[in-house]
């Protein structure tokens, strides 16, 4: 079982910056994919970034060249830098860790962290 917990959220003016941090109770090395999620009131929950364990990222085209998704495995902290915030970044922010080596082998598990609500509003 892989616990998240996220953090960092809040009410940000148009046009500034965030860090969202996610902690996990496993060592993130093993994870195969880390995400981050977004979902506004009526939307469905879409992704925003994630990282793989060798260290490749994938962005959603409306945050490209505004966020950055990074991951710090002796933390066991994945990280989501939001920059040029804008009101349509307003939503329920979710961590989400895809995959998991164990022991056993490959485990093809998703898990969810609890959401940070980030607000973008002047």
């Known amino acids: 079982q892989v616990q998240l917990v996220e953090s960092g959220g809040g009410l940000v003016q148009p046009g500034g910056s965030l860090r969202l941090s996610c902690a996990a109770s496993?060592?993130?090395?093993?994870?195969?994919?880390m995400g981050w999620y977004r979902q506004a009131p009526g939307n469905e929950r879409a992704l925003v970034a994630d990282?793989?364990?060798?260290?490749?990222?994938n962005y959603a085209d409306s945050v490209k060249d505004r966020f950055t998704i990074s991951r710090d495995n002796a933390k066991s902290t994945v990280y989501l830098q939001m920059n040029m915030l804008k009101p349509e970044d307003t939503a329920v922010y979710f961590c989400?860790?895809?995959?998991?080596?164990?022991?056993?082998?490959?485990?093809?598990?998703?898990?969810w962290g609890q959401g940070t609500q980030v607000t973008v509003s002047s």
């Open positions: 989400k860790a895809r995959g998991i080596y164990t022991t056993y082998g490959y485990a093809p598990n998703d898990y």
């Open positions: 496993v060592n993130i090395f093993n994870i195969h994919t």
């Open positions: 990282i793989t364990r060798d260290g490749r990222a």
